[in-house]
């Protein structure tokens, strides 16, 4: 049997090794380390701005949570917007206010379906407005969520990220341009044209496309309607998926399948708001040249938009079926530019109001 180890004595241990810290000129160190960061940021916004990006909002989790709380508070009967980025881009609130007395609330998020959205208001007996939700054809019939998490964020947001968010938005988005995502130094390098590993897929990612406002009225940057090389870069990153299938709906019966599924929780949803007098249509925004032709062949009118409205019993808009909503300038393919989403938020609301009965609001 081993005997156990003698107990540990502190006379044991060697004896610690003291090294002095050397005295330094911490006033010298500030005058040299305060001025260089200060020329390194100058020189990065600088940059930035000479590029041709002004300072924007930007369009965080959290800006997107403080205007959903307002559904919350105390605008439960206004307009709200739902879908992906082309109701963002598309839908300018400046011209729907003007058309329809109303500034609506804009919850639409790039990449992403609706669905998740139109089930929370679903559920919130405070929302009793009226709601459009955009049908953008490989996003809402795919279930894809790229920012599927900004929901989650807003129902456990803490205090401190309010408080930060507020911050932000008053001292820093309004002011430096550097301050987007796609200007963080990280995202930077990596986008250099770094030696490609043989075997190894590279995937582009999306650039910037749009500024914003303080209450997400989004618009086209201007650098993509007026600088070609940055607009082919946009419609190549768009490209990238017109020929690689979605995991889990390679074929027409996977698509189908899955496009069902979507559907019918979008019939859930609407049948619950529709109970409670909430109006709710669904509009289709333009796309153009292959990205249309990819959305025609791997999700066919007939089997996606048709299905879908004969299955909700809800109305929808289609820009196909109305000729002032065509003929409209789309730079890479999936968004409006600025002076035509104009036109588009304009015409939209006039057959709204047409068609629809969503007449134009007055204040009290």
Not at 44 to 50: F, G, H, S, T
Not at 128 to 149: H, K, M, Q, S, W
Not at 347 to 352: A, E, G, N, S
């Amino acid at each position: 049997m081993n005997e156990a180890p003698p107990s540990f004595r502190p006379s044991d241990a060697p004896p610690a090794y003291q090294r002095q810290i050397p005295a330094i000129k911490l006033g010298r160190a500030w005058m040299i380390a305060v001025p260089l960061f200060l020329l390194a940021f100058l020189a990065w916004e600088l940059k930035w701005r000479a590029w041709g990006a002004p300072p924007t909002y930007r369009n965080s989790d959290g800006s997107w949570a403080m205007l959903r709380r307002r559904v919350d508070a105390v605008e439960g009967d206004r307009t709200v917007l739902l879908g992906a980025s082309r109701v963002l881009f598309d839908i300018q609130l400046h011209v729907w206010e003007r058309a329809m007395g109303e500034r609506p609330i804009q919850l639409a998020v790039e990449g992403t379906t609706p669905l998740p959205m139109l089930e929370d208001l679903a559920e919130d007996e405070r929302f009793n407005g009226r709601l459009l939700v955009g049908v953008a054809p490989d996003i809402f019939f795919t279930g894809f969520g790229y920012r599927e998490n900004v929901l989650s964020y807003y129902k456990k947001e803490t205090p401190a990220q309010r408080a930060g968010q507020w911050l932000s938005m008053k001292l820093i988005e309004p002011f430096f341009a550097f301050y987007d995502d796609d200007f963080k130094l990280m995202t930077v390098l990596r986008r250099q044209p770094w030696i490609r590993r043989q075997g190894v897929e590279t995937f582009i990612d999306v650039r910037k496309l749009s500024l914003q406002g303080a209450d997400r009225d989004t618009t086209m940057w201007s650098k993509v309607e007026t600088d070609a090389a940055y607009r082919d870069l946009c419609r190549e990153v768009w490209a990238q998926s017109f020929d690689t299938p979605v995991p889990g709906m390679e074929t027409p019966a996977d698509r189908e399948r899955v496009g069902n599924a979507q559907i019918d929780r979008a019939a859930a949803a609407t049948a619950k708001l529709r109970r409670r007098g909430v109006a709710v249509i669904f509009v289709r925004p333009p796309a153009a040249d292959r990205y249309l032709e990819y959305e025609e062949r791997d999700f066919p009118r007939a089997k996606t938009w048709d299905a879908l409205l004969a299955k909700t019993g809800v109305p929808g808009i289609h820009f196909e079926d109305y000729p002032e909503l065509q003929g409209l300038n789309l730079p890479e393919w999936s968004h409006l530019s600025r002076a035509d989403a104009e036109k588009f938020t304009e015409r939209l609301c006039r057959i709204l109001q047409r068609e629809q009965g969503w007449a134009a609001r007055t204040s009290p």
